[in-house]
């Protein structure tokens, strides 16, 4: 922690001006109004905020479980007797999901000015809406030495998880863990979130056994994976967002307590990226990420190798730290979060690269940009010495510390949204998708340069995207009904993140129309599977792209008839499962857009200086475009 911190600083101190040691809650500019609702608010007794805070969601009950019989014993009473529909979803506080699958009741985006007015705390339908928060049932139930297995409660998160293991003196597979440690197993489990592996074990969901959860009848149900009948059940649960009822427990095959070498390559180029990827899977190790840079031209290699018993005393097996880790998600301190808050509220509100000060706020973002992407250790010892190279614990080789409340994603702490979107396509696609990407930003930065080049003389000022970067994992196919990897190919998860400010409500961030063309070629082109928590409205509600047709139908029929089994009265299907199936959508509206509520369909779902026109690269998609590109709209057709 300690060297990235510093790093932090120094950036800071060397680079920005605006570094002060206010915070931004306490700077009466932002607490006022005139921001984000995310910024400005949080949760409530009936009310609560993604993690990411782009989304909202009320419901009219918050209870608190702490037992699979209090779960059975509360959807019994909450759905006996009287005629008004009854919704029920399991979450917690601080839930890591951008998409409203998660919502009992009303959903908003909260990108939004705050309005009294949407403090609606039932859904349009006058639906009693119940959110079970899970965090209480977070216990181990059962220690299997023997074979190696352990039972743990659904609100357990993996920082909890990775512990528990450690006390019994067992571990992951290499490459399994998603890597933000205050993520739940439930949550993981069932919407088919993931590590990476290619071709193996990748994900939390490979290695459950046995599920216990609770149908809307509320019968306790046990699905043992390893018969035919659970095995059914199984491939309905895992990955499937808890459709057929409230999953309360879950338990793990897992392995003695393991070893793992870490590996960091950095600054690759990305002229042959997919082949030289594909290449270290086959012939290096399987658990693989991939951080790429297409505006700098490189991207970051990280390796997960799963060390045997018989290997660990090798000596071609690289040093051991025994209190080595992961250092992807940091905290970040006060004096850097106002710095950051400040740089990307001035260089988003300078849209077209007017203002005074357009070639030092470029060059800040760029170099703030390569900190980020380029500047932390991923792997450092207790002490912070950073780890290129070496063998470290397993349990701790994917999963982060938990850095809240001050995670880099932290709205109130940043004053910055961390825009996440990923979706899940071919192995045998990645190429062309990556060919198109390349397309895609190229054609953005090309009209940011032509800008700054007609002020400050060509090639002088640099240009970047924001702060972030993509991401490469790799899964393996699976017969889980709505796993976004289910069929019998070999599957890649691309994945963008991105920050924009907060401090700036109703506006879209800058480059927007490059996430928006990539959003829907990604999701039309690609028949991507959309990742269940990570995306926004928009994208599951499409106005020509329907989720629905980019999963096997067959699949959709058999989850179909499992729900009539369990619950017939759907009170666990949410309200935008429910327009996913009906292939219904989008609800155009003023600025539906910045509220990543839909992909324009004319002006006014778009913000002020930006018309609905056709991507420059891909004009067959709808995109907001800053005024300023309409002169040029022709020409860009002319150039394809």
């Not at 989850?559 to 989008?586: C, N, T, W, Y």
Request: proline share 4%; charged share 25%; net charge negative.
């Amino acid at each position: 922690m300690e060297s990235t911190m510093v790093l932090l600083v120094m950036f800071c101190a060397t680079m920005l001006a605006s570094c002060n040691g206010e915070g931004l809650l306490r700077d009466s500019r932002y607490a006022e109004g005139g921001v984000s609702e995310a910024f400005s608010h949080g949760d409530s007794d009936t009310t609560m905020y993604s993690g990411d805070n782009y989304l909202k969601c009320n419901s009219d009950h918050h209870i608190a479980p702490r037992s699979t019989e209090e779960v059975s014993e509360l959807i019994k009473r909450h759905t006996s007797g009287g005629n008004k529909p009854v919704k029920i979803r399991a979450t917690r506080h601080g839930f890591h999901s951008s998409a409203g699958f998660v919502c009992a009741g009303a959903r908003d985006s909260s990108k939004k000015e705050y309005r009294v007015e949407i403090e609606t705390g039932s859904s349009a339908k006058q639906t009693t809406s119940i959110t079970m928060l899970l965090h209480l049932m977070n216990r181990v139930v059962d220690v299997d030495k023997e074979r190696c297995r352990l039972t743990v409660g659904a609100g357990m998160t993996l920082q909890e998880l990775a512990k528990a293991m450690e006390a019994a003196g067992m571990s992951t597979p290499a490459g399994t863990f998603s890597i933000y440690a205050n993520l739940t197993v439930g949550g993981i489990i069932m919407a088919s979130a993931h590590g990476s592996g290619f071709r193996t074990v990748g994900s939390l969901g490979d290695l459950v056994t046995k599920v216990k959860w609770v149908n809307a009848k509320g019968e306790i149900i046990v699905s043992d994976l390893e018969t035919e009948q659970g095995g059914n059940e199984g491939r309905a649960l895992l990955g499937g967002l808890g459709l057929l009822g409230v999953a309360t427990e879950f338990t793990l095959q897992l392995r003695p307590n393991s070893r793992t070498i870490v590996e960091t390559r950095t600054r690759l180029n990305d002229t042959n990226i997919v082949a030289d990827v594909k290449r270290v899977l086959e012939l290096e190790t399987p658990h693989v990420i991939a951080f790429w840079r297409p505006d700098f031209g490189t991207y970051k290699l990280v390796l997960w190798t799963q060390v045997d018993d018989n290997n660990q005393n090798d000596p071609k097996t690289p040093m051991f730290y025994p209190n080595g880790s992961i250092n992807y998600l940091f905290q970040v301190n006060e004096q850097f979060s106002i710095a950051w808050s400040e740089l990307m509220r001035s260089w988003e509100e300078d849209r077209l690269d007017e203002s005074d000060t357009a070639d030092t706020l470029n060059a800040d973002v760029c170099a703030l940009s390569e900190m980020i992407y380029d500047g932390a250790p991923m792997f450092q010892d207790a002490d912070g010495t950073p780890i290129e190279h070496g063998t470290i614990p397993t349990n701790h080789a994917m999963v982060s510390e938990d850095c809240s409340p001050t995670c880099f994603f932290n709205v109130h702490h940043m004053g910055v949204f961390a825009e996440d979107t990923e979706f899940a396509i071919k192995v045998s696609q990645l190429e062309d998708w990556v060919r198109d990407v390349k397309t895609i930003i190229r054609a953005e930065l090309d009209e940011v340069e032509a800008r700054l080049g007609a002020r400050y003389g060509a090639g002088k000022v640099k240009r970047c995207m924001p702060p972030g970067y993509f991401w490469l994992r790799f899964g393996k196919p699976n017969q889980n009904l709505l796993s976004t990897g289910t069929g019998s190919e070999d599957v890649v998860f691309v994945q963008w993140t991105h920050l924009t400010s907060a401090l700036i409500p109703n506006m879209l961030a800058k480059h927007s129309s490059a996430a928006e063309t990539l959003e829907q070629l990604t999701l039309c082109k690609y028949k991507g599977r959309p990742h269940w928590g990570k995306n926004h409205e928009r994208i599951f509600r499409h106005p020509d792209c329907k989720v629905r047709d980019n999963f096997p139908a067959e699949n959709i029929d058999q989850v179909l008839a499992m729900q009539q089994l369990h619950d017939p009265a759907k009170i666990f299907q949410p309200d935008l499962f429910e327009h996913l199936l009906e292939r219904s959508g989008p609800e155009y509206s003023e600025l539906c857009t910045p509220h990543f509520w839909c992909y324009c369909g004319d002006d006014s779902h778009c913000p002020p200086g930006h018309a609905c026109r056709s991507s420059a690269t891909f004009p067959e998609y709808k995109v907001c475009r800053l005024v300023e590109r309409e002169a040029h709209h022709q020409q860009d057709h002319a150039e394809l």
